[in-house]
């Protein structure tokens, strides 16, 4: 939509010299009159009519591509043609009017949208905070113009990454967050309407989703630390009725300073707030940020209230429970880590260093949080971003979406432009998205191919990255090419099979040709046919050339062997996900399950004795405490140990099998997803050499429970007693 079709005669504003500027406008009403308002603030705002928050939503509206900027101050400069799209809110505000006089007010920030502080992406920013909004209700509309009085505020910083400064002493006399009575208030200054698109919101806003009480760790005479139990996001919430106090809060993920490049520490200045306060019985809180961290300090007068954890409302629709505590631990992990990396409907890699949609980390997460969390909406927008940030003329994915510079690799990121539509179809069967999709997945493909050289991708943009795998637990071993061809290999395939879905086959006809070419030529540049390994078997390259279709039953045996032996994980992002599914795949459960469960020191174990809550950037524990990547492995617990699979070519669990894999290592396991057409639960028990499973699916889907050679269909729930290993 355009600005008039979503805005009519409404007006884009600003405060001049203002990063975190204040608005209100007053207006007549009749209490109980029809009212809604289409509002957007950029980049974050807060809402208020009549001295109530309008909505819960925090962190409105989602991040995107906004708008046109100079992509050459990029660290990695792009030549990209993108499109571009603006979220606005839409509320019914009804019960927020009373009769007579009411009061409208608004609270900017930057947000995404003017991110100027952090520079190690390049300059990112869009423009400077303008707020657009229309209240239509029956007695007549109200709309933004330099009739709506603006002010500078009491922010006198703000950003997502080093937190925000208020100074309540600057506080417009008599004003709150209502804006009654606020001297100081100035016309508000017309700008013209940013050049985007323009849209209502319907992915799920952050939310203050629950609370913590903190305890507090030490006393250190001045501040105070306090340890909050896990690593989430959000912020402490403080009080004070002290007037002219400065309130200093810092956040961190570690703080054992005989490790230094373990997790996010405390910085001075970094993710970090500053309350002068003005004595009233307010709580003290950031309004245009979050924090990624286990522990704050604050000064050691100054008692925190709570900790609010924030996040995008994507509620858990799944659990898990096992006597494997190893495994046990990794679903929770996981769930913990990606809601902790869903904010501003993007799946982001960390809360707190770069807080950056990356493709690649999004791509191998997408159908694991999909299959767990209720988020399909989420991702529904999620993909938008990426088809936003897809170049119109060679069709090259950008390693963020929405596009904030960062560097990755062609496939393992720009990927994402065909995982992400394939497995949202998988999971939701929305058939419409995936055609809508198809012509954008054609051209990256092309992309890809116009970054080849016999069959081979050797590169991505000039002077760029391109990355192979990711996070492997010694230096980088796998060419970039190999990686980003065997990707590339699995992304054509999916691509036919989105055709013949789609029933557009006529336009994939030349893939076939390119499978033969890459797939010969990844043999020839990377095959050992005497040992049966790519690239000396190691980190994962067999299993990755194996998820792609090349290989046979000998180099199957060689890759178990390798796996056995070593007992560990070895791998990347990609191989470790690649390498659990192929493993359960060709019915090698023990060997996936042992390298899922085990305590070497490259292992889901070892983050977990070692009080990590949250999964890992690095293996070893280097950088980010709070990375959701490896985590992708996590749907296979379902998918495979507790049996719930779709069969080839289903889509939206209408139909599925239910066939648990029995391991060595854990005798009772219980769990259940929610899908589109209703819950699915499967509980068993291992006694000797029988097993007891209880499996219910909702009356919609189409079960079948399938053990040995016995192919049985129910609905509801149902017991079955199988004898192990036949």
């Given at each position: 939509m355009t600005h008039e079709q979503i805005f009519k005669n409404a007006k884009w504003i600003e405060c001049s010299g203002s990063d975190a500027p204040l608005f209100r406008k007053s207006f007549n009403a009749v209490k109980g009159e029809k009212a809604e308002i289409v509002i957007c603030g950029l980049g974050f705002f807060k809402l208020f009519i009549n001295g109530r928050k309008v909505s819960d939503d925090l962190l409105v509206p989602n991040a995107t591509c906004y708008s046109e900027r100079d992509l050459h101050k990029l660290e990695f400069p792009l030549d990209d043609e993108f499109s571009f799209r603006i979220y606005a809110m839409k509320y019914d505000v009804t019960d927020y009017l009373c009769e007579g006089e009411n009061t409208l007010a608004v609270m900017l920030g930057n947000g995404y949208y003017n991110q100027v502080v952090r520079m190690a992406e390049g300059e990112v920013a869009f423009g400077t905070p303008k707020l657009c909004f229309i209240l239509e209700k029956e007695s007549g509309n109200i709309i933004s113009d330099e009739k709506t009085l603006s002010h500078k505020g009491f922010v006198t910083f703000n950003n997502l990454y080093y937190g925000e400064k208020h100074d309540f002493t600057l506080y417009p006399q008599g004003f709150k967050e209502n804006g009654f009575?606020?001297?100081?208030?100035?016309?508000?200054?017309?700008?013209?309407?940013?050049?985007?698109?323009?849209?209502?919101?319907?992915?799920?806003?952050?939310?203050?989703?629950?609370?913590?009480?903190?305890?507090?760790?030490?006393?250190?005479?001045?501040?105070?630390?306090?340890?909050?139990?896990?690593?989430?996001v959000g912020y402490a919430v403080f009080k004070c009725n002290e007037k002219g106090k400065t309130i200093k809060v810092s956040y961190a993920e570690e703080i054992y300073d005989e490790r230094p490049w373990h997790g996010m520490k405390f910085e001075e200045g970094y993710q970090e707030e500053q309350f002068i306060t003005d004595g009233t019985d307010r709580e003290y809180i950031p309004h245009f940020t979050w924090h990624g961290f286990r522990y704050f300090r604050v000064n050691a007068d100054v008692e925190p209230l709570r900790v609010d954890v924030v996040h995008s409302d994507c509620p858990v629709t799944s659990s898990f429970e096992s006597d494997n505590e190893n495994l046990k631990w990794l679903y929770d992990a996981y769930i913990r880590t990606q809601l902790a990396n869903m904010?501003?409907?993007?799946?982001?890699?960390?809360?707190?260093?770069?807080?950056?949609?990356?493709?690649?980390?999004?791509?191998?997460?997408?159908?694991?949080?999909?299959?767990?969390?209720?988020?399909?909406?989420?991702?529904?927008?999620?993909?938008?971003?990426?088809?936003?940030?897809?170049?119109?003329?060679?069709?090259?994915?950008?390693?963020?979406?929405p596009l904030m510079g960062g560097g990755g690799g062609p496939a393992g990121w720009g990927g994402a432009m065909i995982e992400v539509p394939y497995k949202f179809y998988k999971m939701y069967g929305d058939k419409a998205m995936l055609e809508e999709f198809f012509p954008k997945m054609l051209h990256f493909l092309d992309y890809l191919e116009s970054r080849s050289e016999n069959g081979l991708v050797w590169r991505e943009e000039d002077n760029g990255w391109c990355l192979g795998d990711w996070c492997s637990p010694a230096p980088m071993g796998l060419p970039e090419a190999f990686v980003n061809t065997a990707l590339y290999i699995r992304f054509?395939?999916?691509?036919?099979?989105?055709?013949?879905?789609?029933?557009?086959?006529?336009?994939?006809?030349?893939?076939?040709e390119r499978i033969a070419k890459s797939s010969h030529s990844l043999k020839i540049a990377y095959y050992n046919p005497w040992n049966h390994h790519y690239c000396g078997n190691t980190q994962g390259a067999t299993a990755l050339a194996l998820s792609a279709g090349l290989g046979n039953d000998t180099d199957n045996q060689s890759l178990v062997a390798k796996y056995k032996h070593l007992g560990m994980f070895d791998t990347g992002i990609f191989a470790t996900e690649a390498l659990i599914g192929y493993l359960f795949e060709i019915d090698e459960n023990q060997l996936a399950f042992d390298l899922l469960s085990n305590d070497n020191e490259v292992s889901f174990a070892y983050m977990k004795k070692n009080g990590a809550?949250?999964?890992?950037?690095?293996?070893?524990?280097?950088?980010?405490?709070?990375?959701?990547?490896?985590?992708?492995?996590?749907?296979?617990?379902?998918?495979?140990?507790?049996g719930i699979r779709q069969p080839k070519g289903g889509t939206a669990y209408k139909e599925i099998i239910i066939s648990p894999r029995f391991v060595d290592g854990m005798n009772e396991a219980k769990g259940h997803i929610t899908t589109e057409n209703g819950i699915i639960r499967v509980e068993y028990k291992k006694s000797g050499s029988e097993a007891v499973i209880k499996a219910f699916a909702d009356e919609k889907i189409n079960a079948i429970f399938e053990y040995g050679n016995e192919k049985i269909p129910f609905s509801g729930e149902r017991e079955f007693k199988v004898k192990i290993g036949e």
């Amino acid at each position: 939509m355009t600005h008039e079709q979503i805005f009519k005669n409404a007006k884009w504003i600003e405060c001049s010299g203002s990063d975190a500027p204040l608005f209100r406008k007053s207006f007549n009403a009749v209490k109980g009159e029809k009212a809604e308002i289409v509002i957007c603030g950029l980049g974050f705002f807060k809402l208020f009519i009549n001295g109530r928050k309008v909505s819960d939503d925090l962190l409105v509206p989602n991040a995107t591509c906004y708008s046109e900027r100079d992509l050459h101050k990029l660290e990695f400069p792009l030549d990209d043609e993108f499109s571009f799209r603006i979220y606005a809110m839409k509320y019914d505000v009804t019960d927020y009017l009373c009769e007579g006089e009411n009061t409208l007010a608004v609270m900017l920030g930057n947000g995404y949208y003017n991110q100027v502080v952090r520079m190690a992406e390049g300059e990112v920013a869009f423009g400077t905070p303008k707020l657009c909004f229309i209240l239509e209700k029956e007695s007549g509309n109200i709309i933004s113009d330099e009739k709506t009085l603006s002010h500078k505020g009491f922010v006198t910083f703000n950003n997502l990454y080093y937190g925000e400064k208020h100074d309540f002493t600057l506080y417009p006399q008599g004003f709150k967050e209502n804006g009654f009575d606020g001297e100081g208030f100035e016309e508000s200054t017309v700008i013209p309407s940013p050049e985007s698109e323009f849209f209502i919101q319907f992915s799920p806003a952050d939310k203050v989703i629950r609370t913590i009480k903190p305890v507090l760790l030490k006393d250190e005479g001045e501040t105070k630390l306090y340890d909050i139990g896990e690593n989430t996001v959000g912020y402490a919430v403080f009080k004070c009725n002290e007037k002219g106090k400065t309130i200093k809060v810092s956040y961190a993920e570690e703080i054992y300073d005989e490790r230094p490049w373990h997790g996010m520490k405390f910085e001075e200045g970094y993710q970090e707030e500053q309350f002068i306060t003005d004595g009233t019985d307010r709580e003290y809180i950031p309004h245009f940020t979050w924090h990624g961290f286990r522990y704050f300090r604050v000064n050691a007068d100054v008692e925190p209230l709570r900790v609010d954890v924030v996040h995008s409302d994507c509620p858990v629709t799944s659990s898990f429970e096992s006597d494997n505590e190893n495994l046990k631990w990794l679903y929770d992990a996981y769930i913990r880590t990606q809601l902790a990396n869903m904010h501003c409907g993007v799946p982001s890699d960390c809360p707190h260093r770069e807080r950056l949609g990356y493709t690649g980390d999004g791509m191998l997460c997408a159908e694991t949080a999909m299959m767990l969390l209720d988020s399909r909406e989420f991702y529904r927008k999620w993909l938008y971003d990426i088809a936003d940030s897809q170049c119109k003329k060679t069709g090259h994915v950008p390693h963020t979406a929405p596009l904030m510079g960062g560097g990755g690799g062609p496939a393992g990121w720009g990927g994402a432009m065909i995982e992400v539509p394939y497995k949202f179809y998988k999971m939701y069967g929305d058939k419409a998205m995936l055609e809508e999709f198809f012509p954008k997945m054609l051209h990256f493909l092309d992309y890809l191919e116009s970054r080849s050289e016999n069959g081979l991708v050797w590169r991505e943009e000039d002077n760029g990255w391109c990355l192979g795998d990711w996070c492997s637990p010694a230096p980088m071993g796998l060419p970039e090419a190999f990686v980003n061809t065997a990707l590339y290999i699995r992304f054509m395939n999916q691509t036919v099979e989105a055709a013949e879905i789609l029933g557009r086959e006529s336009e994939v006809t030349h893939l076939p040709e390119r499978i033969a070419k890459s797939s010969h030529s990844l043999k020839i540049a990377y095959y050992n046919p005497w040992n049966h390994h790519y690239c000396g078997n190691t980190q994962g390259a067999t299993a990755l050339a194996l998820s792609a279709g090349l290989g046979n039953d000998t180099d199957n045996q060689s890759l178990v062997a390798k796996y056995k032996h070593l007992g560990m994980f070895d791998t990347g992002i990609f191989a470790t996900e690649a390498l659990i599914g192929y493993l359960f795949e060709i019915d090698e459960n023990q060997l996936a399950f042992d390298l899922l469960s085990n305590d070497n020191e490259v292992s889901f174990a070892y983050m977990k004795k070692n009080g990590a809550t949250t999964l890992w950037e690095n293996w070893s524990g280097r950088d980010s405490r709070n990375h959701p990547m490896f985590g992708a492995v996590t749907k296979y617990i379902f998918m495979y140990l507790l049996g719930i699979r779709q069969p080839k070519g289903g889509t939206a669990y209408k139909e599925i099998i239910i066939s648990p894999r029995f391991v060595d290592g854990m005798n009772e396991a219980k769990g259940h997803i929610t899908t589109e057409n209703g819950i699915i639960r499967v509980e068993y028990k291992k006694s000797g050499s029988e097993a007891v499973i209880k499996a219910f699916a909702d009356e919609k889907i189409n079960a079948i429970f399938e053990y040995g050679n016995e192919k049985i269909p129910f609905s509801g729930e149902r017991e079955f007693k199988v004898k192990i290993g036949e």
